[in-house]
């Protein structure tokens, strides 16, 4: 079974014409409605970086995740690059003030918080990475 979470309605509707066969809810990624220790795996691509509060976000994956369980978290990392595009790109109004990036280590630290072990890293970009991470609870 799969399943989906996003705020924007209009993106919900997006997906369900695209994925017919994955349930899709409106949730909020800080107060996700789900029980807790429900998933063997959570993916999440480019979402901690538009949270208010990242800590919580990871708090929720972790919350969700079954013992000795898997998430793949892609999200922005801070460098001098990804910095200048950003700017730019403010410009534009693709990104606004609450948009965030991180340092490697912040987000290393978001998932040892929560007990998850980072097992690899993979920097894809000067501006992407993503995280497998296992759940050691």
Partial sequence: NYFGVDLSEDM???????????KLICGDCEN??????????VIGRGILHHLPNPKKGV??????LKKASY???????KN???TFLRK???????FSETHKS???????NFFRENNMLISIFINFTSYKVIYKI????
């Fill in 12 to 22: 919900l509707k997006v997906g369900k014409r695209k994925y017919k066969k994955i």
């Fill in 80 to 82: 001098f690059l990804f």
């Fill in 102 to 108: 991180f340092k490697k280590n912040e987000l290393y």
């Fill in 59 to 64: 708090s929720e994956i972790s919350r969700v």
């Fill in 88 to 94: 730019f790109a403010k410009k534009t109004g693709h």
């Fill in 32 to 41: 996700l409605p789900i029980k807790n220790k429900k998933f063997d795996l």
């Fill in 71 to 77: 998430a793949i978290i892609c999200d922005t990392t």
């Fill in 134 to 137: 296992l759940i050691m609870i």
